[in-house]
């Protein structure tokens, strides 16, 4: 079976630019959560989406937006990009309270 | 704020040696605990999860929990090289997941 899957891998933007990433989950799981993880952190809670509505958000702003679609698979949006928002961004499924990590989306602004 | 503790490290271990791992949680309300490996550039990988006190064994791994001390351990027994990453202890916080830091494992051939 296919794992969680992240697109893009890699993505390099400017500040003040708009970014979108797309993640699959895990065939069966409906349940996406996304997290953002900088170099020497852990990962810190963004959204999670379970039946396409949203159950929970972290202590990110307004420009951080997600959806899930009817198939499950999720988008996360980051307008107005900061310096500040490069990390690597993951997505996880789960099914029950385990979550399963995709490879991650590896955003640089510049 | 709810928090999880990790000692950053590195842990050095020999090749062969028990690895010990160590994470403290805030929220006496959680009820899942897991711990992840992440290698250098991936993503995290689950490798243990434990749901009540006392041991879970799982080859290598031990995981331990104590809600009372709100402590939770990993242990790997016959520490390999390839073991060398850094290990996530993760929370359950409701919908979320809390993460430490993590801890970094170095296994010296």
């Known amino acids: 079976d296919a794992g969680v899957t992240q697109s893009p891998t890699h993505l390099i933007k400017t500040r003040g630019q708009q970014v979108t990433l797309r993640c699959s989950p895990i065939s069966g799981h409906k349940s996406v959560s996304w997290y953002q993880q900088v170099l020497g952190q852990g990962p810190q809670f963004i959204f999670q989406y379970y039946e396409k509505e949203e159950r929970g958000r972290g202590n990110f702003p307004d420009r951080f937006s997600a959806r899930q679609f009817p198939n499950y698979s999720s988008e996360l949006n980051v307008n107005a990009l900061l310096l500040g928002d490069s990390a690597l961004y993951l997505c996880a499924s789960s099914l029950t309270t385990s979550a399963f990590f995709g490879q991650g989306t590896r955003l640089t602004v510049v | 704020q709810k928090e999880v503790e990790q000692n950053s490290g590195p842990l050095s271990v020999p090749e062969g040696a028990i690895a010990s791992l160590n994470c403290t949680y805030s929220d006496r309300g959680s009820q899942s605990f897991f711990w992840y490996r992440q290698y250098s550039g991936k993503s995290p990988e689950l490798i243990m999860s434990?749901?009540?006190?006392g041991d879970k064994e799982d080859g290598r791994f031990t995981a331990q929990l104590n809600k009372a001390s709100q402590y939770v351990s990993l242990l790997i027994r016959d520490s390999q090289p390839s073991d060398s990453a850094t290990y996530l202890c993760?929370?359950?916080?409701?919908?979320?997941?809390?993460f430490g830091s993590g801890t970094r494992l170095l296994v010296r051939p």
């Open positions: 993760a929370v359950d916080s409701s919908y979320k997941l809390i």
């Open positions: 434990i749901y009540s006190n």
